[in-house]
Nanobody
């Protein structure tokens, strides 16, 4: 069993910042890529940022230059620093991880999501 728990969401004014965290725990042998996705009301879930095991990152065009993903491999934790937030960033943010468990099974896992609301 693997659990992903997000934290750090909340209400922020336009132009403000938030830092999301995603902590993975359980029967983890290794974690390959980790990613942040978001889903706004009435829209499909979209990739926001992804970070590989080696630390390489890629971002959605809409967040480039404003969001920064990072990870602490020893803590199995990923972060998303979000700056210059806009109203269109309002969504539920989900953490995703490509995990190999102790029985050498590889699966995708999702967190429960954390709400980010950007509003004045």
């Amino acid at each position: 069993q693997v659990q992903l728990v997000e934290s750090g969401g909340g209400l922020v004014q336009p132009g403000g910042s938030l830092r999301l965290s995603c902590a993975a725990s359980g029967s983890i042998l290794s974690i390959n890529s980790m990613g942040w996705y978001r889903q706004a009301p009435g829209k499909q879930r979209e990739l926001v940022a992804q970070i590989t095991r080696s630390g390489s990152t890629n971002y959605a065009d809409s967040v480039k230059g404003r969001f920064t993903a990072s990870r602490d491999r020893f803590k199995n934790t990923m972060y998303l620093q979000m700056n210059s937030l806009k109203s269109e960033d309002t969504a539920v943010y989900y953490c995703n991880a490509d995990v190999v468990t102790f029985n050498y099974t590889r699966n995708d896992y999702w967190g429960q999501g954390t709400q980010v609301t950007v509003s004045s």
